[in-house]
Structures are given as structure tokens and as C-alpha cells.
């Protein structure tokens, strides 16, 4: 299940100071995690900063009313490294490796029966996924206005299945590239836009697959279907990846202690996926400093990127996080604690908790 349709429940949001303030920050000139947003952000490191932060998913329960035991469910672990450098005035360099998406499809217990209906063994039916990223930010102060932010992500997508009778794994890189820019109009108000280019390949599995007490290895590839005998099934799937284009603002009102922002983010959902269209999703934060806390608050959109009539009574599970945060800095220290939460305003049946943490270090 390589497919952007799960990108609902999938994405971790690692920019864990951006989670408090409704995942905003495309306009922002910040600390080092904001690259994962946009990486002309990374723009306030003085010499050397890590970073190390960790992300707690909710268990969200999945077509119920047709098979008991369903859930999507957190993979661990989930978290984040990275570290960055300030080459001289003008140059900031980064490294990342972080959990970009992850999930286990857990389809509850089912049960092995004879030929009389007896129970003879039972199963569960299980599927990870997991999209690791290699990320490597450069951003570059153009002039007093403008700031360039350029990266590259390799990713590693890995997933793992057993249903019972069949156990595959599928393992591949990609890579993406990505571009950023922040303008400051003036000394209160700054406008940011960010980049991401998508991919759409072909995916190869490798597994066993186990019949009659028998078991027999093959190599399948996935869509269109074609078997070349009882057991040597090839499937074909492909993986798709959308791009991203995300417009921002920050407004800094002169002496204030306080920031307001707001993003727009839509996604190009590839023509082929004919169940799924573009998505549209609005992102909203404050953030108010006091002393040596940055207190955050915040909203933002997961929109239900279905097409309607490609599915059965499909209702509208579009989701709308209510988020909070903030950042305690201990001289060189920083902690950060962010929740984002869509149970008190979704109608709809796809509800999530994230609650993440981490600790940076200046040196």
C-alpha cells in the first residue's frame, strides 16, 4: 500500500516546533528544523545546532462497521536527527534523517478453518510501511530580503507484509529535489513559498508464498496482473508521490512579542489516480515569546482528497487539528513539546493524535 491515499494517517510532521503553531513556517526564518518545510527557513543558526526530536501517532480504527479489528497504528520508532552548520554570513548547511511517513495497516485476528468449519490455526494480517528521508538543506541570504533555500531528499521506502499464507518485502530509494525562498517586505511581514517535486515509478516485491504446507519463493512485480503458473504470481503497483507547492505569510508587529502566520499548501495528486484529486490545505499559528519560553498555538486542515463517486457512501473525513507547543531554552539548550489533535473539531470518522518531542543543542 504505497499510495498517497494513506498520506492522512501516514505523514509524521517532523518540523516538531512548526506542530505547536498549526505546522506553519514557510515564511519563517527559524531554527534548524524548519528546513523540512521549507529550506530557505533554516536561516538563524550560529555555528553549529543539533537537533533530535521523537513522534507519538494514535491508533485510528478503520472500516469497523465491515471488519471488527482493523486500525491503522503508530510504527516506531519514529524521530528525527539532524544537525547544522553556519559556513560564514551568507551560507547554512543541514543534514536530516527522519521518519517522513509511517504506518502499520493491522487487520485483526482472522482464523484458519478445516473443511468442516473448525478452527485449525488463526492469523493476523499485517502491512508496515515506512519512508525514511535523507534530507540535505543549503539555504543562502540573497541580499537583505531574500533567502534561497535549496535540498535534496533521498528517501527509503520499505514495506513489509504477512497475511498469513504470504510474507513480501519491498524495498527502494527515491530521490526528490526541493527550493524554497523567504521575502521580507518589510520588518513585520515576510512571505515565503516552497517547492517539492513528486515521482511516479514502478515498485518491485520479493517474498514467499506458502501453500498446502509448501513454501515457495518468487520475485513478483506489481499491475497489470499475470501468472505464469499456480504460484509464480506477478502483480504490478506503482508508487506515486504528489508535489507540493506551499505560499506563506508572517506578520511580526514592531516591538511585539508576538508572530502570526499562515500557509496554503495544495498537492498535485497524479492524473492516473483516478479515486483521488488535488488536495487543498490551510495551516494558521501564533506564536508569542516570553522570557526564555516560546509559547505556540494553532489550526490546520487535512482535507478528504477523495473522489466522491469512485467510493461507497464515502462520506467527508476531511480533518481540522487544533495544535499547541512551546520551546523552553536552557543557554545553548532548547526543548520542545508540541500536540496536534483533530478529535474535537472532525465530524467525520478519521480522527489522529500527534504528540511529539525533542531537544536541540547550539554549539
Not at 505464469?228 to 516591538?255: L, Q
Request: glycine fraction near 10%.
Amino acid at each position: 500500500m504505497f499510495s498517497c491515499f494513506w498520506d492522512f494517517y501516514a505523514d509524521n510532521r517532523m518540523a516538531l516546533q512548526a506542530g505547536g503553531r498549526g505546522y506553519t513556517g514557510v515564511a519563517s526564518e527559524g531554527e534548524l528544523a524548519l528546513a523540512i518545510i521549507n529550506p530557505a527557513s533554516m536561516a538563524n543558526i550560529a555555528g553549529w545546532q543539533a537537533f533530535a526530536g521523537y513522534a507519538y501517532k494514535s491508533n485510528l480504527p478503520w472500516l469497523r462497521d465491515y471488519i471488527g479489528g482493523m486500525e491503522l497504528k503508530a510504527l516506531h520508532p519514529c524521530g528525527v536527527l539532524s544537525m547544522g552548520r553556519s559556513l560564514n554570513d551568507k551560507i547554512q548547511i543541514g543534514c536530516f534523517v527522519y521518519d517522513a511517513k509511517s504506518y502499520v495497516f493491522d487487520a485483526g485476528p482472522f482464523a484458519y478453518l478445516d473443511e468442516y468449519g473448525n478452527i485449525i490455526g488463526t492469523y493476523s494480517p499485517k502491512e508496515s510501511i515506512r519512508k525514511t528521508t535523507v534530507y540535505l538543506p543549503a539555504s543562502i541570504r540573497f541580499n537583505d530580503r531574500i533567502q534561497l533555500g535549496f535540498g535534496l531528499e533521498g528517501n527509503r521506502c520499505h514495506r513489509k507484509k504477512n497475511i498469513g499464507f504470504y510474507e513480501a518485502a519491498a524495498d527502494f530509494w527515491e530521490i526528490l529535489p526541493r527550493a524554497g525562498a523567504v521575502y521580507r517586505a518589510n520588518r513585520a511581514i515576510s512571505l515565503g513559498l516552497a517547492y517539492r517535486q513528486g515521482i511516479d515509478h514502478s515498485v518491485t516485491e520479493t517474498g514467499i508464498f506458502t501453500d498446502g504446507g509448501g513454501v515457495i519463493p518468487f520475485s513478483d512485480t506489481l499491475w497489470p496482473s499475470s501468472y505464469t503458473d499456480d504460484y509464480d504470481m506477478k502483480w504490478t503497483f506503482r508508487h506515486h508521490e504528489p508535489s507540493t507547492i506551499r505560499f506563506g505569510v508572517e506578520y511580526r508587529p514592531a516591538g511585539s512579542p508576538c508572530s502570526f502566520l499562515a500557509d496554503f499548501e495544495h498537492s498535485f495528486v497524479p492524473d492516473i489516480i483516478s479515486s483521488l484529486k488535488d488536495r487543498n490545505d490551510l495551516h494558521l499559528g501564533f506564536e508569542y515569546r516570553k522570557g526564555d519560553t516560546d509559547y505556540r498555538a494553532g489550526f490546520f486542515t487535512v482535507r478528504d482528497y477523495r473522489v466522491r463517486s469512485q467510493y461507497l457512501n464515502p462520506g467527508d473525513n476531511s480533518q481540522y487539528f487544533l495544535t499547541g507547543g512551546l520551546t523552553r531554552y536552557f543557554g545553548p539548550w532548547g526543548a520542545t513539546l508540541s500536540l496536534m489533535d483533530s478529535h474535537l473539531l472532525t465530524p467525520g470518522e478519521w480522527k489522529t493524535t500527534v504528540a511529539n518531542g525533542g531537544i536541540s543543542y547550539l554549539f
